[in-house]
């Protein structure tokens, strides 16, 4: 009638396997649920509540740029309703987003089409820039440095003017600019061009800067939004000019600009600009100095960023959503380039005419 | 704190060492390769509102001293992949790494089938989370010390079946700050360390975690033992950037007795 212990033992451990499986299997299937909350609902006022709040906690430039976002969601939030389309609610966010005139705030839909805030003027100057007719028309003995990206260096023609083009700041070796510098030396001035400019790292453009440098200058602080009010920040870091005695550059340097001209493109302005022989021509930049945040998700697929940051001027004031007005203005038209003329160009050659003698 | 903490960490290194060194050479001594397959759960507030789902491959090495107290050294390795939104359209790559030391007492005496044990657990875990080339990016890193109960019960000779639950109590915890970046991070990008290791002393208020795991084991021969593992892991940290995680393991290991 009575098991044996040998019995006894195989059902003991029957049993408990049993009932590890099943409780394992219990608890696998419900602390997820338990513990993580439902997901957030994709539906239209959702979307648009989550984007509104996410700006409302995070975007750093509201005061700086003189932004209303309560105002802003009290004329926007009663246009969302479930029945719009997809087309209608991507262009009541860009409606939204627009007001804060920040290119660095950039929406996608994930399907390859993207939204950028203020971005009018800087698409625009696309076509106000040629590199084709400045390398055919106006500089000879091209060097492009290949470690790097959309660099190179050369003479304008018939001219004793160096002449460097840099496209962008997220480059690998950014001391190669010392050699770039040291192979222009022996020129009268440099020409420094950073039209569509599309940024990069603001590290990079330090160490360029450093290449022209004539001392250490206190050229700017930043500061991260860190809390939930329009004006939490938290405390300033300050970025001062690199300088190494061994290696500067004491001749005139002109630095031109335009609308594209942007984010570490206009950081490596702040240094530029603190040296007594550089000077800006062209048109002002892009205003948008911010590192950007991480992407951010919304339930429909879309993604976004912006500013989270907000750089100063030693003396407390802010270049966001003014840029650098430069010392000369002058912009080409796209007649201009059709014409063959890039008057910018040839505004920078006059300038170190008239002002040094150069020729 | 920082260095009381790292005191408290340092002496119970030192005397898992110096107890390590005391046992017998009767004790047990394993050293084995662990492969598993993880389910993750979680909602990352740095990251995104949305929840993550996903799952990844485990790989741990591990060394287990076994007389009558346990020693257990384990390194882990895991990868995968987190999906998100609408039709999972977002994909995360994400990382672990973790270290854990524990030492068990035991409470029961040695004759019984089943016995109890409590002990101490160094823990380092780090989590990293990367969306499409770091343009969305976050971590949780953990580093301190854990309360850890466990008890094992021999089914026979070549059998038996170990549970454990392990509760951390001193942790620091390494978390992005508010808006996911700022200029600290930027200036330590180069030394990933610098960022991982920026942790506060943090409260049981604000990380709670829980892990239980409960293993088979089962001797094939004499220096060759087989373990079926399943691991549960629950962490929640109540900060600015809340996280929401749970995770189910499940493994198996050879491991070459000596």
Known sequence: MFPTLSQLVYLTNFNMKKIITILILVIATSCSKVIIEENEPNTKKNNFEILWNDFDQHYSLFVIRDINWNDLYDRYQPQVNENQSDDELWTLFSNLLEHLDDSHTVMYDGNGNSYRSGYKLNKQSINEISKTLIEEKYIEEITTISSEDDLLYSKIKNKNIGYIYLGTMDGSNPAVMDNVVAKLEAYDAIILDIRQNTGGEDRYSARIAQSFSDGRHLVYTVQTRNGPNHNDFDSKTEYFTKFNNSNTYNKPVVVLTDRKTISAGEVFLLHMKAFNNVIQIGDTTAGDFSTLSNMRFLPNGWHYQYSIQKFLLPNGESLDGIGHIPDVYVKNTEADIKAGNDTVLDTAIQHLFNEFGIE | ?258
Do not use: C
Not at chain 2, 2 to 13: G, N, R
Not at chain 2, 78 to 101: I, K, Q
Not at chain 2, 168 to 192: A, H, K, M, V, W
């Open chain 2, 1 to 258: 704190m920082k260095l009381k903490t790292t005191t408290i960490i340092a002496a119970f290194l030192l005397a898992l060492t110096a107890k390590a060194q005391r046992v017998t050479s009767t004790s047990k001594k394993y050293i084995g390769l662990d492969i598993g397959y993880r389910f993750d759960n979680l909602n990352d507030q740095n990251l995104s509102p949305l929840n993550q789902k996903g799952e990844g491959l485990s790989y741990s090495l591990f060394y287990e001293k076994r007389k009558k107290n346990i020693l257990k050294l384990n390194i882990n390795y895991s990868d995968g992949l987190l999906e998100s939104g609408v039709n999972d359209t977002f994909e995360t790559s994400y990382y672990t790494g973790s270290f854990n030391a524990s030492y068990l007492k035991s409470l029961s005496h040695s004759a019984k089938t089943t016995k109890f044990y409590i002990g101490l657990t160094y823990n380092l875990d780090v989590y990293y989370m990367d969306w499409f080339d770091q343009d969305a990016f976050s971590y949780s890193t953990t580093n301190g010390l854990s309360f850890t109960g466990a008890f094992t019960k021999q089914l026979n000779t070549k059998q038996f079946i170990e549970g454990s639950v392990t509760i951390p109590f001193l942790q620091y915890l390494s978390r992005p700050p508010y808006n996911g970046i700022n200029e600290f991070i930027i200036e330590n990008q180069d030394t990933p360390v610098n960022i991982i290791f920026d942790g506060e002393l943090t409260s049981f208020k604000k990380y709670k975690a829980i892990a239980w795991n409960i293993n088979y084991n089962l001797e094939i021969s004499n220096h060759i033992n087989w373990r079926l593992n399943y691991t549960l892991n629950i962490k929640k940290v109540i900060e600015i950037n809340k996280v929401k995680s749970v995770s189910n393991l499940i493994s198996t290991s050879i491991s070459y007795k000596f």
